[in-house]
């Protein structure tokens, strides 16, 4: 099993930044893809961004520009840099690892943009 531990959210002001970080422990052999998710109120659970293990990544439109996923493999960390917040950025981000064809995910934290 791997466990992924969420931390860095809060409440900023649009315009802002933040800085999510997401650590795996537990039975860690080789992770590889690792990813942000955010669900709003109300809303579905959505993609935000993914960093695969050679550094490779992916963003969702809406924060293309402005969020930028890297990770640390010594580590087992990944981070999410998000600058230039909205109001619409306002969510519980969770991180997601992939391992051996199991998908992992963390519990989430809250992200609050006030306008």
């Known amino acids: 099993q791997v466990q992924l531990v969420e931390s860095g959210g809060g409440l900023v002001q649009a315009g802002g930044s933040l800085r999510l970080s997401c650590a795996a422990s537990?039975?860690?052999?080789?992770?590889?893809?690792m990813s942000w998710y955010r669900q709003a109120p109300g809303k579905q659970r959505e993609f935000v961004a993914i960093?695969?293990?050679?550094?490779?990544?992916n963003y969702a439109d809406s924060v293309k520009g402005r969020f930028t996923i890297s990770r640390d493999n010594a580590r087992n960390t990944v981070y999410l840099q998000m600058n230039s917040l909205k109001p619409e950025d306002t969510a519980v981000y969770y991180c997601?690892?992939?391992?051996?064809?199991?998908?992992?995910w963390g519990k989430g934290t809250l992200v609050t943009i006030s306008s």
């Open positions: 537990g039975s860690i052999i080789s992770l590889n893809h």
């Open positions: 997601a690892a992939s391992q051996l064809g199991m998908n992992y």
């Open positions: 960093i695969n293990q050679s550094g490779a990544t």
